[in-house]
């Protein structure tokens, strides 16, 4: 080993939007949140517990002898038509109907929400292009913008949602740099990170916003039917025919370990999807695709839908009371009313990033902010999910943080000098 | 033989905890030896009454791993297991302590100041500070006192970033281990104890590729180019290998330790620090040693275990 060695072979092979690929102390520092002495609100997870297991098991084994020899074959790339018919009576539902230009025929099924994102960016985006999306927003899109070479441009939130002028400052200032924006990605319905939900007359705003400038609209939905307090407003896709694509999973309504999503898309560029997914992955799971088709078929899901939204609901309100009766002054934090998260803010001059040892050695995990913007900023916010633990967890959890946070104003103040 | 290989644990290095104990445990399996991997939790006790191995082999790292604290239950529970034992661990994790033994011993070792961080609040740490810089000048090296893979770690260049550095280490301890910064070449040797007494492998030359040895430049293959033996004279070799072994004598080590150092551009050696659960993930020192020394690492793992298993 004259040379020296670097312990990989291939370092001078791998692609550039590899390079910033490296271990992180961070990651490493979460391993630790999977032990049970820890409380972690830093996953997303929903509370797959409360589905009632055995009957879906039943359903499974039935569905293997009945229809194994297609379940287990090879599919359409686009997906089983049957489910996406469901899918349409699905989005129907909240407004996406057959009036609104939704048919099975323009829906393509996806491994996951992230594949459907995955997708879109392999259709719309050359190196250097803009995606204009909330600031914060759900760190795996920015994964999948960030591996196309995208530059994602954040317009920022407040409770209400992403802030229509602050969408229209940004679309003049790309142009001004003479950037070529591609779309709007967003989540406006319970956003994941921030918890909020674009009201009523902003989805109005944002759209006609997008119309005028001729800016696609990419519709994240995967959190709309996790509503608490009253139904969601419509979807954007349930106010445009043109120009919004919407793309949503059964993740969070029925199981993440299917890995089943969808996108409704124009009828030209569902076959350009198409394309893609099949030179992609070739077909998504027909297996998970009839599981979830059986499920929508013989089970009460909406039923089930309504235990999710009680449990969350319950967790959110365990989550809202503890912050507000444990959490120093000077933070603050978002009131969700669906979804899973909550967003908090940590006072002045306190950095999520770094607190996150403190946080690990007082036995409780988040996600510091920094993660969900592609700019490195958020780090004085974090995220906590209120979804998978229980309520009392909840609390604990919020009570040890609590403690970090003051020791860590604490030991600000010191080396700032303030004591 | 059987032999259960504790990994994972709640430290901060838990993940390269995990890491090291499955090439451990495929390692002893490779080498004929029966060895099951497990974390150090509630059931530990319990499962050690019901089955107990012949020897223990501790790959886990932090605080559990090397505070001494475990391996005092350890030998509560009459168990055998590889590596120091419970006091000469102790005193070796405690980076301040194990300095003053180094130097109590004639070892070179960075000038320091370990202060916990209620001194900061009690006196000004502004003041502090100011004395710090003053007695020990810059660069400095500011770490926690007890940790590992240079976590919380940050090299201080000017006064105005000791503050933020501070506030950093002490995210992950309670004292601060405060150091003049050792400007050379960086260096680690493994040394082993197979029943002849230690004996040294050869020392392995790290060069980060962004010039810190950080936790990225650990654990990312591709961002650390390591040469191993390291590219020093031979004379200046033989001074790091006698160096490393009088750390490891002087801390009153067995089995296995890693002695990280650093060879000034003067050809002297200082000790940084001396570590009693080496890392042995795929990017760890002490099998990059070993395999430069023509050994076989399973090999190697087998006859220290063995060792140990007979240990009253």
Same mark, same amino acid.
């Given at each position: ?82 489910? +996406? ?49 909330? %600031? ?104 445009? +025919?043109? %120009? ?131 700019? %490195? ?22 009570? +040890? ?19 | ?108 070792? $960075? ?19 100011? +004395? ?75 060069? $980060? ?104």
């Amino acid at each position: 080993m004259t040379g020296g060695t670097t312990l990989d072979d291939y370092t001078d092979r791998y692609a550039h939007r590899v390079s910033g690929m490296t271990a992180s102390e961070i990651r490493a520092l979460f391993a630790v949140a999977n032990r049970p002495e820890v409380v972690s609100l830093a996953g997303g997870m929903p509370y797959i517990s409360a589905l009632p297991l055995d009957t879906v098991g039943s359903m499974i084994g039935e569905l293997v002898a009945s229809q194994g020899a297609s379940a287990l074959q090879y599919g359409l790339g686009q997906g089983m038509p049957e489910l +996406r018919e469901r899918i349409c009576e699905l989005m129907a539902d909240v407004g996406i109907d057959v009036g609104m230009g939704a048919s099975p025929d323009d829906v393509v099924v996806t491994v996951g929400g992230q594949q459907a994102l995955d997708l879109v960016a392999r259709l719309f985006l050359d190196p250097g292009d803009v995606v204009l999306a909330e %600031g914060p927003t759900y760190v795996g899109a920015l994964g999948v913008f960030q591996a196309a070479q995208a530059q994602v441009v954040h317009v920022p939130m407040d409770e209400d949602g992403l802030i229509p002028a602050a969408l229209s400052d940004a679309l003049l200032e790309q142009q001004r740099l003479g950037k070529r924006v591609k779309f709007l990605y967003t989540i406006p319905t319970y956003q994941n990170p921030a918890g909020v939900t674009l009201t009523d007359s902003r989805r109005e705003q944002v759209l006609d916003i997008c119309e005028r400038a001729g800016l696609l609209v990419i519709e994240d939905d995967p959190y709309g039917r996790l509503s608490f307090d009253g139904e969601a407003p419509l979807p954007l896709r349930a106010r445009r +025919r043109e %120009g919004v694509f919407y793309l949503s999973t059964f993740s969070k309504t029925f199981a993440p370990g299917l890995r089943v999503g969808w996108i409704l898309a124009p009828h030209a560029v569902r076959d350009k999807l198409v394309m893609t997914t099949e030179a992609n992955i070739l077909c998504p799971s027909n297996f998970a695709q009839s599981v979830i088709t059986a499920y929508l078929s013989t089970m009460p899901w909406r039923e089930q839908l309504k235990a999710y939204q009680q449990i969350y609901a319950e967790r959110r309100d365990a989550m809202l009371s503890a912050l507000a009766d444990l959490m120093p002054d000077g933070m603050s934090w978002t009131h969700p009313k669906g979804g899973l998260f909550v967003w908090a803010t940590l006072p002045d001059g306190l950095d999520a990033k770094d607190m996150v040892p403190r946080a690990i050695a007082g036995r409780v995990a988040y996600v510091p902010g920094n993660g969900f913007y592609a700019d %490195g900023t958020g780090r004085q916010n974090m995220r906590l999910n209120f979804s998978y633990p229980t309520p009392e967890r909840i609390r604990e959890g919020v009570r +040890r943080l609590a403690g970090v946070i003051e020791q860590e104003a604490a030991m600000r103040a010191v080396f700032n000098g303030e004591l | 033989m059987n032999v259960l290989v504790l990994a994972g644990g709640l430290s901060y290095e838990r993940d390269v905890s995990l890491r090291s104990g499955r090439r451990v445990t495929d390692a002893l399996l490779g080498a004929g030896v029966e060895a099951e991997m497990r974390d150090a939790d509630v059931s530990l006790l319990p499962s050690l009454s019901a089955d107990p191995p012949e020897a223990v082999f501790i790959a886990m790292h932090g605080a559990e791993g090397e505070d001494g604290s475990l391996r005092g239950v350890l030998e509560l529970c009459d168990v055998p297991y590889v590596g120091a034992d419970a006091r000469a661990s102790r005193l070796a994790w405690d980076k301040p302590s194990a300095k003053a033994v180094l130097r109590e011993a004639g070892i070179s070792t $960075p000038d320091w100041v370990a202060l916990p961080h209620d001194r900061f609040s009690e006196l000004g740490a502004i003041a502090v500070l100011d +004395r710090i810089v003053r007695r020990l000048g810059l660069p400095l090296m500011v770490k926690p006192a007890q940790g590992g893979s240079g976590l919380g770690a940050t090299v201080v260049k000017d006064a105005s970033e000791l503050p933020a550095a501070m506030v950093g280490c002490f995210a992950y301890d309670q004292t601060a281990l405060i150091e003049r910064y050792a400007e050379g070449v960086d260096i680690a040797v493994s040394i082993l104890d197979t029943g002849d007494g230690p004996v040294t492998l050869p020392p392995v030359e790290i060069v $980060p590729s962004n010039g810190i040895y950080d936790y990225a430049a650990r654990y990312t293959a591709g961002l650390t180019t390591w040469h191993s033996p390291a590219r020093l004279s031979p004379s200046v070799t033989s001074d790091v290998l006698k160096v490393a072994l009088a750390a490891h004598e002087a801390l009153g080590l067995r089995d296995l330790s890693r002695v990280d150092l650093i060879v000034t551009p003067d050809g002297d050696c200082t000790v940084l620090e001396v570590n009693v659960s080496p890392g042995l993930t795929e990017t760890s020192l002490l099998p990059m040693a070993i395999q430069a020394a023509g050994l076989d690492l399973g090999e190697v793992l087998a006859q220290i275990v063995r060792r140990a298993a007979v240990r009253v």
